[in-house]
């Protein structure tokens, strides 16, 4: 079945640092792939996300790039802040499949000022 | 009120209690979903609704009882819960169309069961 597979946390890192959380994914077919952010205390939001090889996703200073090749779709950000803390979920969905979102474990990040 | 509401934000019931958790969504969507966040396990997909009518129940014990009234309304009636079911439930809806994949999130129930 499909499946996502993304980095374990904690990531601990300074403000201003580059943060980049991996995420590779098990599908047969070309999936649309999502990043989504957990806030403490609050429910999923859509952060990213692209439908396509090659499309790149971009919101808040976040970025993903969809690489077919490598089945991947790593979550960048150039420069975080405190605020920026918090738990990120890669996901996949086939729209054949009613919108079924499969979601990877998780990534908790923890920016220090 | 905007996007995806859920009621309450936080239950605490004991074993024997029947209670409901309710979701409503204000964007026009047509498919409805539960999900169940538990600490150190991946969302676990629980039912979908597409048009009031479930498509998907994940092996989902009895004790959790959902009903989709219509589009825009999704309860999950809990009764006899264990300690185990203890959890954030997050409820979301998209639009079941071409084109359309994204699910929008409320902001779930944190469950506790004593």
């Known amino acids: 079945g499909d499946s996502v597979t993304q980095m374990e946390g904690p990531v601990t890192l300074s403000e201003e640092a580059f943060l980049t959380i991996n995420c590779t994914y098990t599908a047969t077919g070309y999936p649309s792939l999502f990043w989504y952010v957990q806030y403490p205390g609050e429910g999923l939001q859509l952060l990213l996300k692209?439908?396509?090889?090659?499309d790149k996703g971009s919101n808040k200073g976040f970025e993903a790039t969809y690489r077919k090749e490598t089945t991947s779709f790593h979550l960048e950000k150039g420069s975080v802040q405190v605020s920026d803390s918090a738990v990120y979920f890669c996901a996949l969905t086939f729209k054949a499949a009613g919108n079924k979102l499969t979601f990877g474990g998780g990534t908790r990040v923890l920016v220090k000022p | 009120e905007t996007g995806v509401t859920q009621t309450p934000r936080h239950l605490v019931m004991g074993m024997t209690n029947k209670k409901s958790l309710k979701c409503e969504q204000h964007l026009g969507h047509n498919a409805m979903y539960w999900y169940k966040q538990s600490a150190k396990k991946p969302l676990e997909l629980m039912f979908v609704?597409?048009?009031?009518?479930?498509?998907e129940n994940n092996s989902v014990p009895s004790r959790f009882s959902p009903e989709c009234p219509n589009s825009s309304h999704l309860f999950l009636h809990l009764h006899t819960l264990q300690p185990e079911d203890s959890a954030l439930y997050l409820c979301?809806?998209?639009?079941?169309?071409?084109?359309?994949?994204?699910?929008?999130f409320g902001p779930g129930t944190r469950l506790t069961v004593l």
């Open positions: 609704y597409n048009f009031k009518e479930q498509t």
């Open positions: 979301a809806s998209s639009q079941d169309e071409p084109g359309a994949d994204t699910q929008y």
């Open positions: 692209a439908t396509k090889a090659d």
